[in-house]
């Protein structure tokens, strides 16, 4: 017995609400255990930092809703300088218990 063919849109609409809700779910979990693992390299934490602000929309937010060429300089600037912030914040929880990437910063 064969199944009966299925409707190449609706196979597509279905996985895309599975991907927004089981995949958004094991996306979260999974980065949040990454970034939480003491002994993972600093650059799959950061990546793993990385994910969770877009997963909340942090990206949106510091840029206004803007893709970079978007901006005029004083945008640009203020975008920079608020990632950095977030970085150096980023930075500050990740080696809070682990001396050896403090001294080396998240990306070294």
């Known amino acids: 017995m064969t199944k009966p063919a299925r ?3 609706q196979v597509r609409a279905d996985l895309k609400r599975r991907a927004q809700t089981e995949g958004l779910l094991v996306a979260y979990e ?3 255990e990454i970034c939480r ?8 934490r950061s990546a793993a ?3 969770l602000m877009k997963l909340a929309g942090s990206d949106d937010e510091d840029s206004g809703g803007k893709d ?11 975008y920079a300088a608020e990632l950095r912030r977030k970085t150096e914040a980023a930075e500050a929880t990740l080696v809070e218990d682990d001396g050896e990437e403090a001294a080396a910063g998240l990306f070294g």
């Open 68 to 78: 970079l060429h978007e901006m005029d300089g004083a945008e640009l600037a203020r």
């Open 49 to 51: 930092a990385g994910i």
């Open 30 to 32: 999974t980065s949040l």
């Open 7 to 9: 409707d190449p849109a």
């Open 37 to 44: 693992d003491k002994t993972a390299p600093a650059s799959a």
